[in-house]
């Protein structure tokens, strides 16, 4: 075997290695300490302000590593892949989101480099690989969780109806909620009690979780309960008729997937044949394939074969998606 591969075959793999531990290494000993120090100063301050913002980051803060601090730098828009990190309910950090997004890199063009593939064409495969798949996973993690939150939103809501009917006041409520109901649904209610018990106003604990989540259904309930407190009225008829009226969104909604399925799976058939017969006739005659990056004429050929796809799957999506 040439001594060529085996290098950059060790060299990826140690790379990889390295990246992996400077993503899970936590601090050094006597940066924590500083850190704890700091927060308990912070906590113990005669500022109100201060010591709610530490007890903020004790709840819902995360210690940000080595590798979180060095992505933030190298990244663009930093604020906004921490959101959809959050938004996935899970404890992912920028750093093991750019851990992820390299390795996947490198692993994917170097065994493409040892397939014999061409320099470039194997560093670009590397890239759509390692820049796609993460958000992909991210992507699909934040539709399924903010899907369980929507199924069980009404229920919760309803049980703070017979909350608010049997006497309770509305915080207190919200706290019973986080407690009996489970999920993604219990999991935000609970953030929004605890942030409340903190010093935080309710409005402001639930804007925030409307902007995290992201959902038309959970902005409703922020606006009719900021309504409410503004002009008053009976809270609990009006929190009914939300539950309501989200139970039937949801019903029209899976009437309308259901009905646009058979579309939806004639436009995924349609857009992925091209690329399956591609990647077959490369793995069964790749010398062949390889003439697209290379002679200029099939090079424009590909691009215009795109672009044409790619026109004809976004008049495809917009048909078959509707808004409620």
Do not use: C
């Given at each position: 075997?040439?001594?060529?591969?085996?290098?950059?075959?060790?060299?990826?793999?140690?790379?990889?290695?390295?990246?992996?531990?400077?993503?899970?290494?936590?601090?050094?000993?006597?940066?924590?300490?500083?850190?704890?120090?700091?927060?308990?100063?912070?906590?113990?301050?005669?500022?109100?302000?201060?010591?709610?913002?530490?007890?903020?980051?004790?709840?819902?803060?995360?210690?940000?590593?080595?590798?979180?601090?060095?992505?933030?730098?190298?990244?663009?828009?930093?604020?906004?892949?921490?959101?959809?990190?959050?938004?996935?309910?899970?404890?992912?950090?920028?750093?093991?989101?750019?851990?992820?997004?390299l390795g996947l890199t490198v692993g994917v063009a170097l065994l493409l480099l040892l397939k014999g593939l061409p320099f470039l064409l194997a560093l670009f495969v590397g890239?759509?690989?390692?820049?796609?798949?993460?958000?992909?996973?991210?992507?699909?993690?934040?539709?399924?969780?903010?899907?369980?939150?929507?199924?069980?939103?009404?229920?919760?809501?309803?049980?703070?109806?017979?909350?608010?009917?049997?006497?309770?006041?509305?915080?207190?409520?919200?706290?019973?909620?986080?407690?009996?109901?489970?999920?993604?649904?219990?999991?935000?209610?609970?953030?929004?009690?605890?942030?409340?018990?903190?010093?935080?106003?309710?409005?402001?604990?639930?804007?925030?979780?409307?902007?995290?989540?992201?959902?038309?259904?959970?902005?409703?309930?922020?606006?009719?309960?900021?309504?409410?407190?503004?002009?008053?009225?009976?809270?609990?008829?009006?929190?009914?008729?939300?539950?309501?009226?989200?139970?039937?969104?949801?019903?029209?909604?899976?009437?309308?997937?259901?009905?646009?399925?058979?579309?939806?799976?004639?436009?995924?058939?349609?857009?992925?044949?091209?690329?399956?017969?591609?990647?077959?006739?490369?793995?069964?005659?790749?010398?062949?394939?390889?003439?697209?990056?290379?002679?200029?004429?099939?090079?424009?050929?590909?691009?215009?074969?795109?672009?044409?796809?790619?026109?004809?799957?976004?008049?495809?999506?917009?048909?078959?998606?509707?808004?409620?």
């Open positions: 075997m040439p001594i060529l591969p085996l290098i950059l075959l060790a060299t990826g793999a140690l790379m990889t290695l390295g990246l992996i531990v400077f993503a899970f290494a936590g601090p050094n000993a006597e940066k924590a300490g500083t850190r704890r120090l700091g927060a308990l100063r912070e906590r113990h301050s005669a500022s109100p302000a201060n010591a709610m913002e530490a007890q903020m980051r004790r709840i819902t803060g995360k210690s940000a590593t080595k590798a979180d601090e060095a992505f933030t730098r190298l990244l663009p828009n930093p604020a906004q892949l921490e959101k959809r990190l959050n938004m996935t309910g899970k404890d992912w950090t920028v750093g093991k989101y750019g851990v992820a997004t890239l759509f690989v390692g820049a796609g798949l993460p958000h992909l996973v991210v992507g699909k993690v934040i539709k399924k969780r903010i899907a369980k939150f929507n199924a069980k939103f009404p229920d919760a809501i309803e049980l703070l109806v017979r909350g608010l009917r049997s006497g309770l006041p509305i915080s207190e409520t919200m706290g019973v909620v986080g407690a009996e109901v489970d999920g993604p649904v219990g999991e935000e209610f609970r953030a929004v009690s605890d942030k409340m018990k903190i010093g935080r106003t309710m409005d402001a604990a639930l804007q925030e979780t409307a902007d995290r989540l992201g959902t038309p259904e959970f902005q409703f309930f922020v606006i009719t309960i900021a309504i409410q407190r503004e002009t008053g009225g009976n809270l609990a008829e009006t929190l009914q008729n939300l539950a309501t009226v989200l139970r039937q969104r949801m019903q029209m909604r899976l009437k309308i997937r259901a009905m646009s399925s058979e579309s939806k799976a004639s436009a995924y058939i349609v857009g992925s044949l091209p690329f399956i017969v591609f990647t077959l006739i490369f793995f069964i005659n790749g010398a062949y394939m390889q003439n697209f990056f290379i002679d200029q004429r099939l090079m424009v050929a590909g691009m215009g074969g795109l672009v044409w796809m790619s026109i004809g799957a976004f008049i495809m999506a917009k048909m078959v998606n509707f808004e409620i």
